[in-house]
């Protein structure tokens, strides 16, 4: 059984940092390519960065490139998301997912996270 388990989240003031961690079990990342997506209240599900570990890849949506960064741990089957100079609006739930490839789209993605609450006040 696929498991996709978040934690990191917290309420922090703008300009601070938060470190995102998914926790994965039941998959490799030799198989699967792990996002990040975010979902503020009223608002879809928007991408935020992927990476895949054996293809050396990573990607970030152009609201984040620069702050935040992904990284993986593949002894532990861990993925990170370093948020750095965190902005009110990088408020939201967020939600690692594993797919098959580096994707942007939720469609792409097979397995979800139940979510880690991320608030950033002004």
């Known amino acids: 059984e696929v498991q996709l388990v978040e934690s990191g989240g917290g309420l922090v003031q703008a300009g601070g940092s938060l470190r995102l961690s998914c926790a994965a079990s039941g998959l490799s990342f030799d198989d699967y390519a792990i996002g990040w997506f975010r979902q503020a209240p009223g608002k879809g599900r928007e991408g935020v960065s992927c990476i895949s570990s054996i293809h050396g890849r990573t990607s970030y949506s152009d609201s984040v490139k620069g702050r935040f960064t992904i990284s993986s741990d593949d002894a532990e089957n861990t993925v990170y998301l370093q948020m750095n100079n965190l902005k009110p609006e990088d408020t939201g739930v967020y939600y690692c997912?594993?797919?098959?490839?580096?994707?942007?789209?939720?469609?792409?993605?097979?397995?979800w996270g139940q979510g880690t609450q991320v608030t950033v006040s002004s």
């Open positions: 997912a594993a797919g098959k490839a580096i994707a942007t789209t939720t469609r792409e993605y097979d397995y």
